[in-house]
């Protein structure tokens, strides 16, 4: 799990956090730093040491909501090659997911990116293809520069399902539903947007924050920076993973999103509303809008209601109301082979990280 030299600098911080008799419930929003705790026992770890530390919104694919799995199901179905990432393909809809209709003759591919789902497009003019642009500020440059250099044929289109992680934040904050005594923020979306984004967090609510790293000791390192913060009475932004994240981040990433995209007030499965926390292509690119260009095939959708599968806890795992095993559905109906909520599918989730670390 250590180096010889980070055991060391490990049980050193154990051992401090041990003395001041801590009872603290931390929150991060990353699926990578879930894995590294869950991966390395850090959870059992810090638990020992009076720190819990859940997993909120941090997956990508879990947040995404049942109606926009819909969305790209009814696409599929009114004959539009679909394309997306392989987790999305697995997520459960109300009845079927998009590898289920593929095997009923509807073309739903899984690509490794956008780039795919545009030469795609470029080698069948004659398919409508679109492509499910599902991820954070980590993965909407990527997007944004594809619509902004590759002069997308006039057959693609994009359905975003983009989302930033500040605007979460604020909302889990505002719920008061859980106690968060510190944020552990995450290491890919803050190389991006850098550390002033979250500054707001600690002056408004008084909530101390580190950015940290992906490797053990930087996890570790990250719950005593907020440790300390706690004990000293201050709330404020440190970055654990200077090595990799700046204070202004990535600012020619952060151009390419503001050139392609506006902000929206938009839902999260699990939550409500998150107002400016969705992407959405600007006047200036609409025509790759998919939910504009398909505007009559997504009618019927428009003022549904959806609702998670029953007995599937996922929104409350989201929220940091729940861990996976407090469903009563993980490991038994709901496994990796048969997934009944997002969190069990993508190896970003909180479930699927569980269970395949777990002791069977």
């Not at 590898?99 to 795919?116: A, N, Q």
């Not at 499965?269 to 009559?296: C, H, M, Q, T, W």
Request: aromatic fraction near 6%; proline fraction near 5%.
């Amino acid at each position: 799990m250590f180096s010889l030299r980070d055991k060391k600098l490990a049980d050193e911080i154990v051992s401090k956090i041990k003395k001041l008799e801590v009872n603290l419930k931390f929150m991060h929003v990353c699926g990578t730093h879930q894995d590294t705790l869950v991966k390395n026992g850090l959870d059992v770890l810090l638990k020992d040491c009076g720190i819990e530390i859940g997993q909120g919104p941090g997956c990508p694919v879990c947040v995404t909501t049942p109606k926009e799995i819909e969305e790209m199901l009814l696409l599929a179905r009114k004959g539009k090659t679909v394309t997306t990432f392989g987790d999305m393909i697995n997520v459960p809809g109300e009845t079927q997911s998009l590898r289920s209709i593929r095997s009923e003759g509807c073309d739903v591919r899984t690509v490794y990116g956008i780039e795919d789902a545009l030469e795609i497009a470029k080698n069948n003019k004659e398919k409508e293809v679109v492509f499910m642009a599902v991820g954070f500020e980590t993965t909407a440059p990527t997007t944004a520069t594809v619509i902004l250099n590759e002069n997308p044929p006039d057959n693609f289109s994009i359905l975003s399902c983009h989302r930033t992680i500040p605007e979460a934040l604020k909302a889990i904050i505002e719920m008061g539903e859980i106690k968060i005594d510190g944020l552990i923020e995450p290491g890919h979306v803050s190389t991006i947007i850098g550390s002033k984004p979250y500054e707001f967090l600690s002056k408004d609510y008084n909530v101390p924050q580190v950015i940290a790293g992906f490797e053990p000791i930087d996890v570790l390192m990250g719950a005593w920076m907020l440790v300390q913060q706690i004990e000293k009475d201050k709330a404020f932004v440190q970055n654990e993973y200077k090595r990799v994240v700046h204070e202004e981040g990535n600012v020619k990433a952060q151009q390419a999103i503001k050139k392609v995209f506006d902000s929206i007030d938009l839902q999260w499965r699990g939550f409500p509303i998150i107002p400016k926390s969705g992407l959405v292509l600007n006047d200036k690119f609409e025509r790759y809008d998919a939910r504009k260009k398909f505007e009559d095939d997504l009618e019927e959708l428009k003022d549904k209601e959806f609702f998670e599968h029953k007995g599937c806890r996922c929104g409350e795992l989201l929220r940091g109301l729940a861990s996976p095993k407090d469903c009563p559905l993980f490991g038994q109906a709901c496994t990796p082979e048969t997934p009944v909520g997002p969190c069990m599918v993508s190896i970003e989730g909180s479930c699927n990280i569980e269970y395949r670390y777990s002791e069977k």
